[in-house]
C-alpha cells in the first residue's frame, strides 16, 4: 500500500461540538498522522497521512462527524506526502 497525504476543509455546525476531537479520536483508531484546527470562518482543517484504503475510511468518517455535528460539506486536496508527522494532534 502506498502512503498518500490530503488536506480537508469540513464545512456546517462542526466548531463548539467536538468536531476536532472526533477526527483525533478517528486518525489515532486508523493509524492516520497529521492535525486538525478550528479555522476563522466557521471551518474546519485537516492534514492527514496514511495508507491509501485507510484515507478513504478517515475521509467517509470526516463527512459524519459526531452526534452533534452536521457537516454541510468537504473539500479534499492532495497534500505533500514528504511532510513527516509521528502522531495525529489537534493544533489551537
Known amino acids: 500500500m502506498t502512503l498518500i497525504a490530503r488536506h480537508f ?50 475521509r467517509r468518517e470526516l463527512s459524519f462527524g459526531p452526534y452533534n455535528a452536521q457537516v454541510e460539506g468537504i473539500e479534499v486536496t492532495e497534500a505533500d506526502a514528504s511532510l513527516h508527522y509521528d502522531e495525529f494532534r489537534i493544533l489551537r
Not at 476531537?21 to 479555522?39: K, Q
Open 9 to 58: 476543509r469540513v464545512t456546517g455546525r462542526v466548531q463548539g461540538v467536538g468536531y476536532r476531537y472526533f477526527v483525533l479520536c478517528v486518525a489515532r483508531e486508523l493509524g492516520v498522522v497529521g492535525w486538525v484546527r478550528n479555522l476563522p470562518d466557521g471551518s474546519v482543517e485537516a492534514w492527514a497521512k496514511g495508507l491509501s484504503n485507510v484515507m478513504e475510511t478517515f
